[in-house]
């Protein structure tokens, strides 16, 4: 099945700063990559995603790249601020058995300092 | 507003208590999942549904159970609560045609 390593689990930021979290996955045939924002005490919500066709996707100040040959995909977060504090997953969605069924990274808490 | 429910929010239970866990979607989605979450930590695929009358293990192993009788409910039952149940447990859904889970809010499980 599906693996989906990301990195770093932990990352602080000066508030402005950019920051970068980056995933790769094992199973050449996935085709869907969301990310997920999870803050404190609350559901995780999907900030932006990208499908398997497209390199890059920007939406204001987050954007995903995707890699296909090299199987990793990466966030952006520009001119980060306090609000942006809180715990991000990625995840991949094969094509095999699992169907629609995505794959969790691990997570990385992501701090932003003032 | 459309929207995945979970109910309760928070619960306290004695070991030994049978419980189960409701999750309500009004989205119209086929698909439904079960997650079990520390707070801010790896999130541990449980059970899903790709429809009704059909239910799957995750990754997990877990000593609970689920059912879907209905497309818009997905309960968990957990026969026996032991205090290593204790922790969040997320309910989602989703459909073919749009890859993203919606979360509901969860229900923080604590065992004593």
């Known amino acids: 099945g599906e693996n989906v390593e990301q990195h770093p689990s932990t990352l602080s930021v000066q508030e402005g700063d950019s920051a970068v979290i980056k995933c790769t996955y094992s199973?050449?045939?996935?085709?869907?990559f969301p990310w997920y924002k999870q803050e404190l005490g609350k559901r995780p919500q999907l900030i932006i995603d990208?499908?398997?066709?497209?390199g890059e996707k920007k939406d204001q100040r987050i954007a995903v790249t995707l890699n296909k040959t090299a199987k990793h995909f990466s966030l952006h977060i520009t001119e980060t601020q306090p609000e942006d504090s809180a715990v991000y997953f990625c995840?991949?969605?094969?094509?095999?058995?699992?169907?629609?069924?995505?794959?969790f990274g691990t997570g990385t808490q992501l701090k932003v300092e003032l | 507003e459309a929207d995945i429910y979970q109910t309760p929010r928070y619960l306290v239970i004695g070991t030994g208590k049978k419980i189960t866990l409701e999750c309500s979607q009004t989205?119209?989605?086929?698909?439904m999942y079960w997650y079990q979450q520390d707070p801010g930590m790896e999130l541990h695929l449980i059970h899903y549904s790709y429809g009704v009358n059909s239910t799957e293990k995750g990754d997990l192993s877990s000593e609970s159970t689920v059912s879907r009788i209905r497309t818009e409910h997905f309960p968990l039952t957990l026969e026996s609560a032991r205090p290593s149940h204790t922790s969040q447990y997320l309910c989602?859904?989703?459909?073919?045609?749009?890859?993203?889970?919606?979360f509901g809010s969860g229900t923080r499980l604590t065992v004593v």
């Open positions: 989602a859904s989703s459909t073919r045609d749009r890859g993203g889970y919606t």
């Open positions: 995840a991949a969605r094969g094509i095999g058995g699992g169907g629609n069924k995505l794959t």
């Open positions: 989205m119209g989605h086929d698909k």
């Open positions: 199973d050449s045939a996935s085709n869907y």
């Open positions: 990208i499908r398997s066709n497209v």
